[in-house]
């Protein structure tokens, strides 16, 4: 499956965006879906995840980073992971990237150990800047 995230730009603190990660070449029913970011210097961190409703529960999952600001959702009609990002920081700008994986417990893994879990497919990353 190929991915291709979008949606970034600049926004004021407090703000929010909405970013996309689009697929083609499959169906994103079968894969858990990841975004990452990755600010410079720093090493790219996992924030979220939605497990597959087909090979797993659906589920979603969040960094202590993001969670209660920001919410992972499937379009799968669209075949289109959204990441819903609200409440943004200064700490929040990034590059963010969406990642797709088949394993069935790749959520949880990624959770766990982050990008070291590896990944099947990753996609180009989306530049959010949060500045006033």
């Known amino acids: 499956v190929q991915l291709q995230a979008s949606g970034g730009g600049l926004v004021q603190p407090g703000g929010s965006l909405r970013l996309s990660c689009a697929a083609s070449?499959?169906?994103?029913?079968?894969?858990?879906i990841g975004w990452f970011r990755q600010a410079p210097g720093k090493e790219r961190e996992w924030i979220s995840c939605?497990?597959?409703?087909?090979?797993?529960?659906?589920?979603?999952y969040y960094s202590d980073s993001v969670k209660g600001r920001f919410t992972i959702s499937r379009d799968n009609a669209k075949n289109t992971v959204y990441l819903q990002m609200s409440s943004l920081k200064p700490e929040d700008a990034a590059v963010y990237y969406c990642?797709?994986?088949?394993?069935?417990?790749?959520?949880?893994?990624?959770?766990?150990?982050?990008?070291?879990?590896?990944?099947?497919?990753w996609g180009q990353g989306t530049q959010v800047t949060v500045s006033s």
């Open positions: 070449g499959d169906t994103l029913d079968d894969y858990g």
């Open positions: 939605v497990s597959s409703p087909s090979r797993s529960d659906g589920f979603t």
């Open positions: 990642a797709a994986d088949l394993r069935t417990l790749i959520c949880a893994q990624w959770k766990l150990s982050g990008p070291k879990a590896g990944f099947g497919s």
